[in-house]
């Protein structure tokens, strides 16, 4: 079975007419928004404002789609090959062409924030109140928004500030290869090769990659540092400038979350850290260490479960236990893998970890995975197609409904990777059984205590950001203590990880600050859902569609209550960590 996805329903080459037509037409489509704008929204338009703002979201969702798709194929090119130089030079060009909406969109906001009837037009038409959760959404942005002029520039300063320094960030850590010495041979091997060693059931394998990893880190620090404190300055700048009082609040709002969920969650989270802990040295202890866990052990195997899936394996079990939740479901994904919409080969040049693209208007998606038989693999394809089953749920939405919070985008694929988790634990022998409860907890810690930590740093960054650059030394030491504070005893001291802010690409992403606590409450929420299913058997299903199309439309707290959950509150989530508490308490007593 191919590894490697196709982009040919896109386009099949740079130089295709096909592409080479549509960048053309990206100057045309432009300049028929300008031309739109200049009449009906700059100058008195024959148009009634129902008319102009039914026209606007037209063209709007049209735009998107298209957008979507051109500079999808770019970017989609350069994840799998980082040093593609036609991919890098359209995203640069295309970046540019679609900066100049951005007067359109500023002018546009402007006079939507100032309709004084806003609710009584909404209310006439079927297609206003069909976009009404995105247009008041726009208002309430509106705020923010600075002058035509000054977001003209900020948007031109972005191309060649924060995400060209993004790009860097992602060219280095991919192509950057790691020499390893294994069973006597030395061989050089691709950042993500070298991080699912962490995976491996021989020890020594673990913790040279690890020391291997660690010592390569050296040769990009000072660059990776200067990224992070370029974006990071820049993010602080964009926040002061336009009203927000902090990054953080920019981020609760570009999410749509309230301070309240994300306060209640994570005091929750923050309450059972003491439990992980205890995981993490019963673990520690059963893999002979005295001084908590080292963190080229946290991902150890333990148990029986030592066996590696074929790709067509993974295939088959994800396919055929989506199937017993949901047809649908299981249909999407056989889909995703005959298209080769999956691309799971690890190589050279390609980027590491795992994403999900939605391609709306094509009513497709691509996955990147880098799969090396584990069962981490399995359950990270797995999480993907959720994302991207999420996707299939919102295509009869529009593109502007088709977006969601960023929260809820961690929904339908922690929801998915636990249906596989659930029906490898029911064929599971006790041995294996014991293999699969300690790698879900092991999941969990990543999700809760890293997670965590993760919080911890990045505000720690940004408060010290505002004073100055940090140099490698401190970003390490700030890393440390944020470790420390959310691991605590369950992690060896000396043997932690002082690199994971050059690791974790959202870091780097001037657009998603604080893009960690999105999956914990994924996590969290998802096991709520899970809950529900188990309670309400196959009648949930049917809910549990209607609650993903409605992401694109509705608050994360107006989404959580169609299915009676209040996300403010802490004990809800304390609900969702207490069924984490009894795998780790059966975890020790086994």
């Not at 009634?48 to 037209?58: A, G, P, V």
């Not at 880098?370 to 069962?375: C, I, K, M, S, V």
């Not at 810690?445 to 408060?463: A, G, H, M, N, P």
């Not at 009676?564 to 509150?569: A, C, R, T, W």
Request: net charge negative; with cysteine.
């Amino acid at each position: 079975m191919n590894m490697r996805w196709s982009l040919d329903s896109l386009y099949t080459s740079f130089d295709s007419d096909a592409f080479q037509n549509d960048v053309k037409k990206v100057d045309t489509t432009i300049a028929d928004m300008q031309e739109f704008v200049r009449l009906h929204i700059d100058n008195k338009s024959p148009l009634t404002t129902k008319e102009i703002l039914e026209q606007y979201i037209q063209k709007t969702n049209e735009m998107s789609d298209f957008g979507r798709r051109i500079m999808g194929f770019a970017s989609l090119t350069s994840a799998v090959d980082t040093k593609n130089e036609d991919a890098r030079k359209y995203q640069e060009i295309l970046s540019k062409k679609f900066v100049e909406l951005t007067p359109c969109q500023v002018r546009f906001e402007k006079w939507l924030s100032e309709l004084q009837d806003l609710n009584a037009i909404i209310a006439s038409s079927p297609v206003l109140e069909d976009h009404r959760y995105n247009l008041e959404r726009t208002v309430e942005l509106h705020r923010y928004m600075l002058s035509e002029k000054e977001e003209v520039l900020a948007s031109k300063l972005r191309n060649t500030g924060s995400t060209a320094w993004t790009h860097l960030q992602n060219l280095m850590t991919s192509t950057l290869m790691i020499e390893l010495e294994l069973n006597g041979e030395t061989q050089s091997y691709p950042l993500p090769v070298i991080r699912n060693m962490a995976y491996d059931s021989n020890p020594e394998t673990r913790r040279k990659a690890y020391e291997a990893e660690l010592k390569a880190y050296e040769k990009i620090e000072e660059v990776s540092a200067a990224c992070l404190n370029s974006i990071k300055g820049e993010v602080l700048t964009m926040s002061k400038i336009r009203g927000y009082s902090s990054p953080l609040d920019m981020g609760l709002l570009d999410s749509d979350m309230e301070r309240a969920t994300l306060e209640a969650m994570l005091a929750a989270m923050k309450e059972s850290l003491p439990w992980f802990r205890k995981y993490m040295k019963k673990k520690a202890e059963l893999l002979g260490h005295k001084e908590g866990l080292p963190f080229y052990d946290m991902f150890a195997p333990m148990g029986s479960l030592e066996r590696k899936y074929t790709y067509e394996e993974a295939r088959g079990f994800v396919v055929d236990n989506f199937r017993s939740f949901n047809p649908a479901l299981a249909d999407f994904a056989a889909n995703a893998f005959a298209k080769q919409w999956i691309d799971a080969e690890p190589r050279q040049g390609k980027r590491g970890g795992a994403f999900c693209s939605g391609l709306h208007g094509l009513r497709e998606c691509r996955i990147l995975s880098n799969f090396n038989g584990n069962f981490n693999d399995v359950t990270t394809l797995a999480h993907e197609l959720g994302h991207g089953y999420h996707g299939q749920c919102l295509y009869d939405e529009t593109s502007m409904n088709s977006g969601y919070p960023m929260p809820l985008a961690e929904t339908a694929s922690t929801f998915c990777e636990t249906i596989v988790f659930q029906a490898a634990l029911k064929s599971a022998t006790p041995e294996e059984a014991f293999t699969l409860l300690e790698t879900s907890i092991s999941d969990a810690t990543q999700i809760i205590v890293d997670i965590y930590s993760r919080y911890l740093f990045e505000t720690k960054l940004f408060e010290r950001r505002e004073t100055s650059s940090l140099p490698v030394a401190e970003l390490k030491k700030i890393m440390h203590e944020a470790q420390e504070e959310a691991y605590g005893e369950g992690l060896h001291k000396d043997l932690r990880h002082p690199y994971m802010w050059v690791n974790k690409p959202h870091y780097y992403y001037a657009g998603s600050n604080f893009y960690n606590y999105p999956y914990s409450f994924g996590q969290l929420f998802a096991i709520g859902l899970y809950a529900e299913y188990l309670k309400r058997g196959q009648e949930f299903v049917p809910a549990y569609d209607a609650l993903l199309k409605a992401t694109g439309r509705n608050s994360i707290s107006d989404v959580a209550e169609l299915v009676g959950i209040d996300v403010n509150s802490i004990d809800f989530w304390r609900s969702s960590l207490d069924v984490m508490k009894k795998d780790i308490e059966h975890f020790l007593n086994l």
